[in-house]
Nanobody, 130 residues
Framework: QVQLVESGGGLVQPGGSLRLSCAASGRTFSGYTMAWFRQAPGKEREFVAS???????????DYTDSVKGRFSISRDNANNTVYLQMNSLRPEDTAVYYC????????????????????WGQGTQVTVSS
């Protein structure tokens, strides 16, 4: 399994931006499906975005509908890091954000299911409030 460490959370006003980072250990990072999930108090963990490859080193992305056009997932394989750029933040984006990884080849909608992922970070709090 890969070890994951998130950073970049914090308090931001509505309409603001944050960039989350997830640093991963391991030598096969480029082959991992990487994803971001979030969990608000009293709610289930929900899918935010994923980035995956079919093995050709072309990467594809998925987003949950509520963040399309506002959030962007990207990765830097040379530095074993995946990012989540979050723009136009809303109070309903407030949650603990988790990075997840798996080497399994997942079809949609499996990529959106937390139980499909083998490694998780500790989470980083994002609070959107005025």
């Amino acid at each position: 399994q890969v070890q994951l460490v998130e950073s970049g959370g914090g308090l931001v006003q509505p309409g603001g931006s944050l960039r989350l980072s997830c640093a991963a250990s391991g030598r096969t990072f480029s082959g991992y499906t990487m994803a971001w999930f979030r969990q608000a108090p009293g709610k289930e963990r929900e899918f935010v975005a994923s980035m995956w490859t079919s093995g050709t080193m072309t990467y594809y992305t998925d987003y949950t509908d509520s963040v399309k056009g506002r959030f962007s997932i990207s990765r830097d394989n040379a530095n074993n890091t995946v990012y989540l750029q979050m723009n136009s933040l809303r109070p309903e984006d407030t949650a603990v954000y988790y990075c997840a990884a798996t080497l399994k080849a997942l079809l949609f909608p499996s990529r959106t299911q937390p139980l499909r992922y083998d490694s998780w970070g500790q989470g980083t709090q994002v609070t959107v409030s005025s």
